[in-house]
């Protein structure tokens, strides 16, 4: 058991980087960035305690959900500018995905009937549960123009809209930034191991190599990589 704590320990410790790498990336406007790196950090603890080596694709790619994860909650969480009771921000997130289900189902918004019947619960509580949503956005008291040259828009405000491509832009920025200087067979190996997912022997056979050899060599590749993303 010390054994395998002291393993989290180390796992956890050289990738430090990873995880302040991704707090920086999430940070939110009205949190602390000290707060999101100490999540994050948490987080990869927490996935290094549970990480089993060969057993998957690598502790990086295990991680890295993990840890966004945890900042995604946290923010969640910690954005409501009026925070209801907990039973309504659940509610809130059954409605949500409900809502999206019913779209491709019926073409069109579902009514608040079509989201009671889906969900089995009161036409009150889901109306109560998308009245919460605006309790995550604030309204801002002064204009985004304080110059004076131009007369205020109480319509103009800041809000944050969840857009998922850019999250697939973040992740293949970052891959490719990792990836940036290895050789042709280093590149040939991440593929053949990840994006054609061949077992470590299977590698072996194909380079001529023994098994520990093709264990080494994703190491140190790996490793590599890690840096150039904590960098």
Known sequence: MTELLEEAGKLASDHLGVADALARRYRYPGHDPEDLRQVARLALVVAARRYREGLGQGFVPYAVPTITGSIKRYIRDQSWVVRPPRSLQELRLDVNAARQRLVQELGREPSTAELSSELGVPEESVAKARVAEAAMVGVAIEPLDTSGDTPADP???????????FERVERQQLLASAMSGLSEEDRRLIKMRFVDEMSQSEIAEVLGVSQMQVSRLLKRVLDRMRRKIAA
């Open 155 to 165: 319509s103009l405000r800041v809000v944050a809209e969840d857009e998922p491509g």
